[in-house]
Every structure is written in C-alpha cells, then in structure tokens.
C-alpha cells in the first residue's frame, strides 16, 4: 500500500512563528504535492516538486516557500505564519501519469 | 476563476437508490478527470479516473461519465450505501504536461446517504 504521512495531525501557531509541515511517501514516487483545503474553494495546490531539490509554484504559493532534499521527503514552510493561513494541508505524492495519494493532512490553526 | 465547477454543494439520497454527482470544467486543454473522496480528518482517497478518449468508465457501483462537447463529468453511485457519505472532489489535468498529479479540483460536494 502506498503510504504518505504527514508530521502532525493538529498543529496550533501564533502569527509570525516559522511553521515546518513534513510529509514522507514511501513509494519512490517522482512528484511530490502540497494542497491547502478550504471550505467552499477545494484543494488549491501550493507547490509541487518533480525531482530531488526541484519545485514550482502552484496556483497559491505566496507566503510559502517548499524543500525536497530526499525523494522522499517534501517540506512545506510558512515563513510567517499569518492568521489567513489556517487551513487543511494535504501533501500527496503520484508517479507519473497516476493520481496522487494523498496523506491525512493536518489542521493548522494560526492564532 | 475557477476552472472546475461542482454547483451543488451537497446531495442527500436514500440508502439503495443513486447519487449522482456533478461536475462541470472550463478549460478544453484538460483531458484527464478523477474522482476523490474524502472522509472527515482524512486526505482524499481515489476514487475512480476517465481520461477524454472515453466517455464512460465503471468500476463497481461507481460509473464516471463524461460529455466533452459539454464540458460536463457525472459520477454515478449505485446503489448507494450509508458508508458513501463523504464529500467528493472532481479533478482535472492536462495528460500532455506529463505531470497528471498536478490537478485542478472543483470545490467539492458533500453527500450524505440516509439509511
């Protein structure tokens, strides 16, 4: 079974502290994802990555920045957090021309 | 703008008869389309893909259908069981980036199945 899985499942931060969201996938796979959901507007994509130390911005990257120094491993980072930030993020992972798998995600509340 | 469209944010439908699940897309590049659904404090799980050279695939009790001219994919669940209850992202790609992870996805609908 294809794993991905998220560092936290809940996570509570103040405005302006660095915020770190770690996701793993244990399937080899190339591309790696972070997805925000919000009530009423989906899964937005933040950025993805489509090999070892390569990102590029999705469709809402402002205020994020991402890291993909191991194939497995893809770090989403909030520089500052802010309180429009509060939001479910999903990492997922896919190979090729498959449908990602996505992780649990975890609730992050910025107060 | 949003390029994937699910209008009805919500389906109730008893236990045994069909959902049907709506999704409309803008962009004619896309020619890949999944289905995902996703309980409460979980990620979404894969549900069921077509890809624009057909317009119907099946798997189970879930049929996905799609009508290009219209710009329009259905996702049909039958018979419908409580256990369904969940919301439902559509999604969209463009095969030819090479990159299908990389989705689009409509706002979701939840449905709920009555016993």
């Known amino acids: 079974d294809v794993k991905v899985t998220q560092s936290s499942r809940y996570l509570v931060k103040r405005t302006g502290e660095k915020v770190f969201l770690e996701c793993v996938q244990d399937?080899?796979?190339?591309?790696m994802f972070w997805y925000r959901q919000d009530p009423g507007l989906g899964l937005r994509l933040i950025y993805f990555?489509?090999?070892?130390?390569?990102?590029e911005k999705g469709d809402i990257p402002e205020g994020y920045s991402v890291s993909r120094e191991k194939k497995e491993r893809f770090s989403l980072i909030l520089e500052s957090a802010s309180t429009n930030q509060t939001s479910m993020y999903l990492c997922a992972s896919s190979y090729r021309d498959r449908g990602p798998f996505f992780g649990p995600g975890t609730r992050l509340t910025v107060l | 703008d949003q390029q994937v469209k699910q209008n009805s944010p919500s389906l109730s439908v008893q236990e045994g008869r069909i959902s049907i699940l709506n999704c409309d897309y803008t962009?004619?590049?896309?020619?890949?389309f999944l289905w995902y659904k996703k309980y409460p404090a979980e990620g979404p799980t894969f549900l069921i893909s077509i890809s624009s050279i057909k317009d119907k695939n099946e798997d189970g009790r879930f049929t996905v259908f799609l009508n290009k001219s219209a710009k329009h994919l259905s996702l049909h669940i039958v018979p419908s069981q409580p256990g369904d209850s969940a919301v439902y992202f559509c999604?969209?790609?463009?095969?030819?980036?090479?990159?299908?992870?990389?989705?689009?996805f409509g706002q979701g609908t939840t449905l709920q199945v009555k016993p």
């Open positions: 999604a969209a790609s463009t095969w030819n980036s090479g990159n299908t992870g990389k989705l689009i």
């Open positions: 990555s489509y090999d070892v130390k390569m990102k």
């Open positions: 399937m080899d796979h190339e591309n």
């Open positions: 962009n004619s590049m896309f020619d890949y």
